[in-house]
């Protein structure tokens, strides 16, 4: 049974002027795909920022693929498959030019793995970065996060702006990365299907409180009828 556990958080607090996150405390186990949910400004790139050691500071301890975050960042970030909400590259970049960046700093990184997933998420590699479109750059930030079968990838919002066709197949992907393998993953997201597609846990965020005891077949109880927004509330002890 797989039950290491790859993401550990006791106390977890980051402070913004007008905002904080936490504290917050949970675990995520091998073979988990969490999806976060919550309003905007909820907190949920913040927290999927810290999991992959973009923020440079915060309180309690956060333990990531076996490194507290504050003490090695640079492991951290060289464990973690990171696809933040925008992808960024500059402009001039060739998508394969930009891969050849990230990778890198990957030395665990498979150009055929990455050439297959071009090809079955319909990625030119020739394509300037800067001429593509917000879904398909999202596409490349999936290729450049999973390219390196990370120990756990972290994704924001990595379904927003594709049609329903691509969707179909970027889900696929992740479902084929996770399947079976000592890897976990988790996303953001406003899409309650893909929730219902990928989810074994779900974790809710409401003014930076959190909720790790709703069941991705009880999401339709948080959604208001009338916005479909999805709105957890305030975190039960």
């Avoid at 049974?1 to 550990?8: A, E, K, P």
């Avoid at 879904?135 to 927003?160: C, N, Q, W």
């Avoid at 339709?220 to 039960?236: K, N």
Wanted: net charge neutral.
């Amino acid at each position: 049974m797989r039950d290491r556990v790859l993401v550990s958080a006791s106390a977890l607090r980051v402070r913004f002027p007008r905002f904080v996150l936490g504290p917050l405390s949970f675990a995520v186990t091998e073979g988990a795909i969490v999806a976060v949910i919550g309003l905007n400004a909820s907190g949920k790139s913040t927290m999927l920022r810290s999991i992959a050691g973009r923020i440079h500071g915060y309180e309690g301890s956060l333990v990531v693929a076996g490194e507290e975050v504050a003490i090695d960042r640079a492991a951290v970030r060289g464990r973690v498959g990171f696809q933040p909400d925008r992808v960024p590259a500059t402009p001039g970049f060739r998508v394969r030019e930009f891969l050849s960046f990230v990778r890198r700093f990957h030395p665990g990184w498979d150009d055929v793995y990455a050439a297959r997933l071009c090809d079955r998420l319909a990625i030119d590699p020739d394509a300037r970065m800067g001429t593509l479109s917000k879904g398909t750059r999202t596409k490349v930030g999936l290729i450049a996060a999973e390219s390196f079968r990370p120990p756990l990838l972290v994704l924001d919002e990595p379904t927003s702006g594709l049609d329903p066709r691509a969707r179909r197949v970027f889900l696929d992907v992740i479902v084929d990365a996770m399947d079976g393998a000592s890897r976990a993953a988790i996303f953001s997201t406003h899409i309650l299907d893909d929730v219902r597609r990928l989810a074994t846990t779900v974790f809710a965020l409401s003014d930076g409180a959190l909720r790790t005891d709703i069941r991705p077949s009880e999401i339709d109880a948080f959604i208001d009828p009338e916005t479909e927004a999805c709105d957890p509330g305030p975190r039960t002890v």
